[in-house]
């Protein structure tokens, strides 16, 4: 079972039927038993970081995340979800994140040209690393298979970790990796025929890895 984590911040109705649509058994949930439970977790979201930082810390489902991600449970950040995954989010203020990647989230406005609108919300080609193996949420997929952005903010000083970008007027950050831990800018279940091969990819992941 993958239990997508229920914490007041968005929209969760596409993700968990993206899921179901792969054949992947599901529940959206706040409760952390139900998460301790899960084979696999997935933390979604939009808005702002500090607000969704506090809603997590709210009810201890930060604790209960990286307990179970320290235990090897495979975890899928997206969006919001993977910038929570880091260690500090600079998004009207600073506030603390997971700290499961090393790494900070910033401002896109000061990489891109002057003329490049914010947010960033489109259709962008995913670029590999070649200094480092094809990461296995990427197993189904190609170079230069286009997903979907809707962001303002990306993971930055977190190179050891990223396992994807994309072009928008600068080299963001697409993706990120840490062992059991994985993360997405983009959103997998807008993304079509590739972002569902992402999800399914997750799905398979063993656990510990």
């Not at 968990?16 to 899960?38: C, F, M």
């Not at 604790?63 to 989010?89: D, N």
């Not at 603390?96 to 960033?120: F, M, N, W």
């Not at 070649?130 to 990461?135: A, G, L, T």
Request: one cysteine or more.
């Amino acid at each position: 079972m993958i239990a997508i984590v229920d914490y007041g911040v968005g929209n969760l109705f596409s993700l968990s039927s993206s899921l179901k649509a792969i054949g992947a058994e599901t529940v959206v949930t706040g409760n952390p038993d139900d998460l301790r439970r899960a084979e696999k977790i997935i933390l979604p979201g939009v808005g702002a970081f500090g607000d969704a930082a506090a809603l997590l810390r709210q009810d201890g489902l930060d604790q209960v995340l990286v307990e179970e991600a320290k235990k090897g449970k495979p975890l899928l950040g997206i969006c919001l979800g993977m910038q929570l995954l880091l260690e500090r989010g600079f998004e009207y203020g600073e506030h603390r994140g997971l700290g499961l990647i090393p790494g900070d989230v910033v401002s896109i406005r000061p990489v891109i040209p002057a003329g490049y609108k914010i947010p960033h919300i489109g259709w962008n080609a995913l670029h590999f690393p070649k200094s480092r193996p094809k990461s296995p949420l990427f197993r189904h997929i190609q170079e230069g298979d286009c997903v979907y952005f809707v962001h303002s903010y990306y993971a930055a000083r977190c190179e050891e970790s990223v396992i994807a970008t994309a072009e928008y007027g600068a080299e963001l950050t697409a993706a990120v990796q840490h062992k059991n831990v994985y993360g997405v800018q983009f959103h997998p279940e807008k993304s079509g025929a590739v972002g569902l091969a992402i999800l399914r990819a997750f799905c398979e992941m063993e656990e510990p890895l």
